[in-house]
């Protein structure tokens, strides 16, 4: 986040153009690479470790550093090492800095020197700041003692890191009683707590749109169902993170499905993060233990209607497969990936009900059932659909972080699970063990 709220500070001043800031911004994104893809090409590690430790970080909330040091394959000198080659975001931006503007590197350091003043940051927070240390920077945006909230905001930045961009920055919080939008999609989690996580769209949409492309994975133009559904699935993995590490320290969560609205306005006590993605804001809305109502109507729309689809199967097929998910993202992504591999897919269902419905109607040879859908979750619908055919194949989709619902699905009689988001080779290759009696 150092570069981009840097480079604001130097537009606001008139240091820099926007337009310059904004091309300095985009070279940045070139010249990261991989930790894994640095480490496997200087010998210290297989290629099959790195591949095992970006597994890893799609199921816990960890550094890919952070896994390969627990496993004993780096070392922290190591680590630092691969750090190093990888390119500090800090040097880089000072470094484009020179190079565009005829600024000097002396130039840049008072620059930099300038803005830390300004900021009111210590030598510290300026260090976390310049290495994008989330952990340490959250506490300075995130002004708010109650339990989780700052938790939630750190994994919420992480997983933007990981799944959307690294160009963006966070503003300080605001404690709000009511707030209007014009498209809201969050998520309920209850139990021992009452939580609410939700992204915003005010009056830019277009981070909430880039969040929803990305995740996605196709360009997304308008506000609406599809944008929704992508959201809260990006959504979806946050809090499945959240559940799992608050079950570390006794604290049990379940969640609802995610939820859409359209031009209302939340209330109760909560926090608004404003998130600043590659130039729009988006807003994160967190609330916890405090009645919160993200709105009075939650929109409705097809693309998570009920359905039930069937199709003979293709002479060429690798086996027949029935996809159940609520989200319609997530059913056409996986629909795509098994279509091009050479799978026939017997149908689709939006909850739990329809997937038994559908089971015994089509007899596919696989089914992918997703775990947290409305009217029956994926646990229930897979206990029915092995009282009917006790040799039912059956594969868990799991958002990241869901480990004590897995782990019952597994004891009931699922096969395997997959991760989302989905890792195209991870899936294909479950999915073929388990047709294949592996």
Not at 273 to 284: A, F, K, Q, S, T
Request: charged share 25%; aromatic share 6%.
């Amino acid at each position: 986040m150092f570069a981009q709220l840097f480079g604001k500070y130097l537009t606001e001043k008139s240091v820099i153009k926007e337009d310059i800031c904004r091309e300095i911004l985009e070279k940045q994104k070139s010249v990261r690479v991989k930790l894994g893809t640095i480490a496997v090409a200087e010998g210290m590690l297989t290629s099959e470790q790195a591949e095992e430790i970006n597994q890893l970080q799609k199921q816990l909330d960890k550094r890919f550093g952070d896994i390969a040091i627990e496993k004993g394959w780096l070392s922290q000198e190591q680590m630092e090492t691969l750090l190093s080659k990888q390119g500090n975001a800090y040097l880089q931006f000072v470094e484009l800095l020179t190079q565009l503007t005829g600024l000097t590197a002396k130039d840049s350091e008072q620059l930099v020197k300038a803005y830390q003043k300004d900021s009111g940051y210590t030598d510290d927070e300026m260090e976390a700041l310049k290495s994008d240390d989330i952990d340490k920077l959250i506490p300075l945006f995130v002004l708010s003692t109650k339990p989780h909230i700052r938790e939630i905001a750190s994994l919420v930045a992480r997983n933007l890191t990981r799944f959307i961009t690294t160009d963006y920055y966070i503003e300080k919080t605001q404690h709000v009683k009511n707030y209007s939008y014009g498209y809201l999609t969050g998520q309920e989690l209850f139990g021992d707590d009452s939580v609410f996580i939700g992204i915003a769209a005010g009056g830019d949409e277009a981070g909430f749109l880039k969040v929803a492309s990305s995740f996605a994975r196709e360009d997304m133009q308008k506000l609406g169902a599809a944008a929704g559904d992508a959201v809260g699935e990006f959504i979806n993995v946050t809090s499945g993170l959240l559940v799992t590490e608050l079950s570390k320290n006794s604290t049990d969560l379940d969640m609802e499905p995610p939820v859409s609205f359209r031009n209302q306005t939340a209330r109760g006590n909560f926090y608004v993060l404003p998130v600043i993605l590659e130039g729009h804001r988006m807003d994160v809305i967190l609330s916890v233990n405090e009645g919160f109502v993200p709105g009075e109507t939650p929109e409705e729309s097809d693309e998570t209607a009920d359905v039930v689809t069937t199709s003979e199967k293709a002479e060429s097929s690798l086996g027949n497969i029935l996809i159940v998910d609520d989200s319609r993202m997530s059913r056409s992504i996986l629909r795509n990936v098994l279509e091009k591999a050479g799978y026939s897919i017997a149908g689709e269902a939006a909850n739990g009900e329809d997937a038994v419905k559908a089971y015994k109607e089509i007899g596919p040879d696989l089914v992918t059932l997703d775990i947290t859908m409305p009217k029956m979750d994926g646990l229930e619908a897979l206990t029915r659909i092995l009282s009917f055919d006790a040799d039912a194949k059956v594969i868990m989709i799991t958002a990241a972080g869901q480990q004590d619902k897995l782990i019952k699905a597994l004891k009931v009689g699922a096969k395997r699970f997959i991760n989302k988001p989905f890792d195209e080779e991870e899936a294909l290759k479950n999915i073929s063990d388990v047709l294949n009696g592996k």
